[in-house]
């Protein structure tokens, strides 16, 4: 079959704001990411400590309230 038979083929009715041609297309496998989430990974020893993530943000949330209360004010 031509290219050109290919493309009037696939030619649809879709509008040319429906134009679907410019997204990205999305990995497969262990490189995929979800949309707009952040990915952070912990070394093997420190993963060890926490059973899962909800784990994980208590421990930071603990850390970022106890650094913030025992920081001196500026002079």
């Known amino acids: 079959m031509k290219k050109a038979e290919i493309e009037s083929e696939m030619e649809d009715e879709l509008r040319p704001e429906y134009d679907l041609r410019s997204?990205?297309?999305?990995?497969?496998?262990?490189?995929?990411?979800?949309?707009g989430d952040l990915v952070v990974r912990l070394e093997p020893d420190v993963?060890?400590?926490?059973?899962?993530?909800?784990?994980?943000?208590?421990?930071?949330?603990?850390?970022?309230?106890?650094t913030k209360e025992n920081t001196p004010l500026p002079h």
């Open 47 to 66: 993963a060890e400590a926490f059973p899962d993530a909800a784990a994980v943000n208590e421990a930071l949330r603990f850390l970022i309230r106890i």
């Open 23 to 35: 997204l990205r297309v999305r990995k497969v496998g262990p490189g995929r990411k979800g949309f």
